[in-house]
């Protein structure tokens, strides 16, 4: 006959807490690196977002680009307007359009507003606490990545999991420079891109 103090079902919910208690203590011990894999993860899948970019060599022009999955671009900048589609590109300057071929796998190189989240395992993370990003605390992180190129980049991911804002210093040329992006209307089905007509 079971105790009145402890009653017959007691040991299978001790069993049933033991998952919990294991995924609480992941959580407690998750590092910087495992947030940014996470964080990473996360903004990979999503299906459209928009940036602005800006380069501390003012020579560079800013630019805003829209992107929707798996593979289309749309770039706005001073000189014009560039839209990808796969490997072609539509470049639209003073009122006339252009469309041009890309050797395949040229735009997963060149585009910069997800390089960094593509190459965590490659770079060191550190925690630097929270930092506001237009008026909103997020948790801001600095990640280091060794090499030839060695590059700096510090992170800002709101409380959504989503990155606020990354800049990244690098050396080109013998000269430092830094991009500045901001991130922004994630999954907006807003976000259309199609070629143009």
């Known amino acids: ?8 079902h007691a040991p299978r919910r001790a069993w049933l807490l033991v998952p919990l208690l294991l995924l609480a203590s992941v959580a407690v011990w998750a590092g910087p690196k495992e947030d940014m894999k996470a964080m990473s993860l996360k903004f990979l899948a999503l299906r459209s977002y928009h940036v602005t970019m800006e380069n501390s060599d003012k020579r ?18 001073p000189m014009g307007t560039q ?14 359009t252009m469309k041009m071929p890309m050797p395949k796998g040229t735009v997963t190189q060149w585009r910069e507003s997800d390089r960094a989240f593509r190459e965590i395992d490659q770079m060191q993370v550190e925690a630097l606490g ?3 990003v237009n008026g909103k605390p997020p948790k801001k992180y600095r990640m280091t990545k060794g090499g030839k190129t060695p590059t700096t980049s ?7 999991g989503f990155p606020a804002k990354m800049q990244t210093t690098g050396s080109a040329n013998k000269r430092a420079d830094t991009m500045t992006i901001h ?7 807003a976000i259309k891109i199609e070629a143009p007509k």
């Open 183 to 189: 991130y922004s209307r994630f999954n907006d089905p």
């Open 60 to 77: 560079m022009p800013k630019m805003d680009m829209d992107f929707v999955a798996p593979n289309r671009y749309r770039m706005r900048m």
């Open 1 to 8: 006959m079971p105790s009145p103090l402890r009653p017959a």
């Open 130 to 132: 929270m930092e506001a």
């Open 154 to 160: 510090l992170i800002w991911v709101g409380l959504n």
């Open 83 to 96: 839209i990808v589609i796969g490997d072609t590109m539509y470049m639209t300057m003073n009122g006339r």
